[in-house]
Antibody
Framework: QVQLVQSGADVKKPGASVKVSCKASGYPFTTNYIHWVRQAPGQGLEWVGVISPGGGGTTYAHKFQDRVILTRDTSTSTVYMELTSLRSEDTAVYYC???????????WGQGTLVTVSS | EIVLTQSPATLSLSPGERATLSCRASQSVSSYLAWYQQKPGQAPRLLIYNASDRATGIPARFSGSGSGTDFTLTISSLEPEDFAVYYCQVRTNWPRITFGQGTRLEIK
């Protein structure tokens, strides 16, 4: 069965960087885009960016263009999201999700809570 | 930039009633719209994609309709497990996507 398993919760200080992993299984890794979505406490869903595991191409939300880097490791079927220059407003649960027809999200990871606090 | 507006913000209904949730786009998105359900502490779950296609394993009481700028998610007869937050989502400039602000469906 399709599974996306994310790394555990993390606490960072303002100005630091965080790297979250998302390991895919149960399907051919390179056939579906992987999106990243975040959700601040008590808030709605916010799209961060997307990576094509096959070619490695990326597209980011304009808001995060200068601070987010998506990468993938095809040998381990893992996608990574790195967010730099963290501020308190980046405190959120970060989800990875598989793209259906590239733009719909049919399987989701369990979420990773990133807390930014001094 | 496409903006999605969901209404109402909160909907209070009883089990067995029919729920109608709305999502309006600021410009036409054809049928590139999805609906998700999210329960507290859980990841969202895909319900509907391409405006009206049910995702795998989704009960038939969930249906989607609409095209262009106006879309509706209908739950024909509410079950206790259906009370949750619902989000619509569209494609903007492929493969970018955006979400609506959500509708909270609560027990009356």
């Amino acid at each position: 069965q399709v599974q996306l398993v994310q790394s555990g919760a993390d606490v960072k200080k303002p100005g630091a960087s965080v790297k979250v992993s998302c390991k895919a299984s149960g399907y051919p890794f390179t056939t579906n885009y992987i999106h990243w979505v975040r959700q601040a406490p008590g808030q709605g869903l916010e799209w961060v960016g997307v990576i094509s595991p096959g070619g490695g191409g990326t597209t980011y939300a304009h808001k995060f263009q200068d601070r987010v880097i998506l990468t993938r490791d095809t040998s381990t079927s893992t996608v990574y999201m790195e967010l730099t220059s963290l501020r308190s407003e980046d405190t959120a649960v970060y989800y990875c999700a598989r793209g259906l027809d590239a733009i719909f999200l049919d399987y989701w990871g369990q979420g990773t809570l990133v807390t930014v606090s001094s | 930039e496409i903006v999605l507006t969901q209404s109402p913000a909160t909907l209070s209904l009883s089990p067995g009633e029919r729920a109608t949730l709305s999502c309006r786009a600021s410009q036409s998105v054809s049928s590139y719209l999805a609906w998700y359900q999210q329960k507290p502490g859980q990841a969202p779950r895909l319900l509907i994609y391409n405006a009206s296609d049910r995702a795998t394993g989704i009960p038939a009481r969930f249906s989607g309709s609409g095209s262009g700028t106006d879309f509706t998610l209908t739950i024909s007869s509410l079950e206790p497990e259906d009370f949750a937050v619902y989000y619509c989502q569209v494609r903007t400039n492929w493969p970018r996507i955006t979400f609506g602000q959500g509708t909270r469906l609560e027990i009356k």
